[in-house]
């Protein structure tokens, strides 16, 4: 038994919460990015870089023929303090826990095993779907806001003066898809990591293109392979339609996508007590911090047609003639 009252989870069902809340998101369970443990205040992500070394051979090289050099740089994690907090009245599962409700007056003054894992699993799935979304699509502010907690994987690659843009008026997925490709580096073009980033919904379109040619590409009742030009692809169901993006993706340290998490930094981290002293209801509180970077701005191809497609529709609406057929 595990006893309600001024007591903290911890324990197996606990190590359970934290590891589905902080890998349980796509980019982690996909592969594509690299999650850092225990970071508490901050995590230097390290970036070394050689410049031309090779040159004639010279018999008695001095140290005025030297030729290149390394350059070293940083990028911080440096994760941003949320919580998740909820309260609620244990009367009002005394259906669901009936079987394993104890004796006496105080039916819930100790909550049994079965229904606290009902309690933490339900809690994880939730903190899942939304850690997942602001691993791509968040945004840090300071203030009240709720939505704006961290900065995710798209800020980032967005604000990164050093990534390569790629311009394109084309409107199918494929034509998009060569006009990226034609952009990815020769030096990355090897790399096992290699990926294009998308939403379900653009691949579904690429799908549809591929399938609607003649000659090429499955059938309608099969899926194409989730590949383009013998590069992976990796739908993504947060990332945003109209975005694509070619990079670097792993889980160990080559990876140009990185995470930091610290979800066990402190004694209270998930908190189960009375809200106050006289009432019936209790509060659930869950304390986290997380933030993401791109190692290198370089490694990232662009392909924004975000806009294109939302004048596009801007367009379309209202435009009916008005003439029955």
Same mark, same amino acid.
């Given at each position: 038994?595990?006893?309600?009252?001024?007591?903290?989870?911890?324990?197996?069902?606990?190590?359970?919460?934290?590891?589905?809340?902080?890998?349980?998101?796509?980019?982690?369970? +996909?592969? %594509?990015?690299?999650?850092? *443990?225990?970071?508490?205040?901050?995590? /230097?992500?390290? $970036?070394?870089?050689? @410049?031309?070394?090779?040159?004639?051979?010279?018999?008695?090289?001095?140290?005025?023929?030297?030729?290149?050099?390394?350059?070293?740089?940083?990028?911080?994690?440096?994760?941003?303090?949320?919580?998740?907090?909820?309260?609620?009245?244990?009367?009002?599962?005394?259906?669901?826990?009936?079987?394993?409700?104890?004796?006496?007056?105080?039916?819930?003054?100790?909550?049994?095993?079965?229904?606290?894992?009902?309690?933490?699993?339900?809690?994880?799935?939730?903190?899942?779907?939304?850690?997942?979304?602001?691993?791509?699509?968040?945004?840090?502010?300071?203030?009240?806001?709720?939505?704006?907690?961290?900065?995710?994987?798209?800020?980032?690659?967005?604000?990164?003066?050093?990534?390569?843009?790629?311009?394109?008026?084309?409107?199918?997925?494929?034509?998009?898809? +060569?006009? %990226?490709?034609?952009?990815? *580096?020769?030096?990355?073009?090897?790399? /096992?990591?290699? $990926?294009?980033?998308? @939403?379900?919904?653009?691949?579904?379109?690429?799908?549809?293109?591929?399938?609607?040619?003649?000659?090429?590409?499955?059938?309608?009742?099969?899926?194409?392979?989730?590949?383009?030009?013998?590069?992976?692809?990796?739908?993504?169901?947060?990332?945003?339609?109209?975005?694509?993006?070619?990079?670097?993706?792993?889980?160990?340290?080559?990876?140009?996508?990185?995470?930091?998490?610290?979800?066990?930094?402190?004694?209270?981290?998930?908190?189960?007590?009375?809200?106050?002293?006289?009432?019936?209801?209790?509060?659930?509180?869950?304390?986290?911090?997380?933030?993401?970077?791109?190692?290198?701005?370089?490694?990232?191809?662009?392909?924004?047609?975000?806009?294109?497609?939302?004048?596009?529709?801007?367009?379309?609406?209202?435009?009916?003639?008005?003439?029955?057929?």
């Amino acid at each position: 038994m595990i006893n309600i009252v001024n007591t903290n989870y911890s324990g197996e069902v606990l190590e359970r919460l934290l590891t589905l809340a902080a890998t349980g998101n796509e980019l982690v369970e +996909k592969g %594509l990015i690299h999650v850092e *443990p225990d970071v508490a205040d901050s995590f /230097s992500i390290p $970036r070394l870089k050689g @410049s031309t070394m090779l040159q004639k051979r010279k018999e008695m090289p001095v140290d005025s023929d030297s030729k290149g050099n390394f350059s070293y740089s940083e990028r911080t994690l440096e994760p941003k303090n949320f919580m998740a907090f909820t309260t609620f009245n244990p009367r009002s599962f005394e259906a669901v826990w009936r079987p394993f409700q104890p004796k006496g007056n105080l039916v819930f003054a100790e909550l049994p095993p079965e229904a606290q894992n009902a309690l933490l699993a339900e809690l994880a799935k939730q903190v899942k779907f939304e850690l997942g979304d602001h691993f791509i699509n968040g945004v840090y502010a300071d203030g009240t806001d709720d939505t704006k907690l961290f900065n995710g994987i798209v800020y980032r690659m967005e604000n990164d003066a050093d990534k390569t843009v790629v311009t394109t008026t084309e409107s199918t997925m494929i034509g998009r898809l +060569k006009a %990226l490709r034609k952009k990815i *580096p020769t030096t990355m073009r090897g790399n /096992s990591g290699l $990926r294009i980033l998308m @939403s379900i919904e653009d691949f579904d379109t690429y799908d549809d293109e591929l399938s609607a040619q003649q000659l090429k590409g499955a059938n309608y009742t099969d899926i194409n392979p989730e590949r383009f030009k013998g590069i992976e692809i990796a739908p993504l169901a947060n990332w945003p339609t109209g975005l694509l993006v070619a990079t670097i993706c792993g889980m160990d340290l080559s990876t140009n996508l990185w995470a930091g998490v610290n979800l066990a930094s402190d004694a209270d981290v998930i908190q189960i007590d009375k809200l106050t002293n006289a009432g019936e209801r209790y509060f659930f509180k869950m304390l986290m911090k997380a933030d993401t970077q791109i190692a290198f701005g370089e490694e990232v191809v662009w392909c924004d047609c975000r806009k294109a497609e939302d004048e596009d529709a801007d367009s379309g609406s209202g435009s009916g003639s008005g003439l029955g057929v």
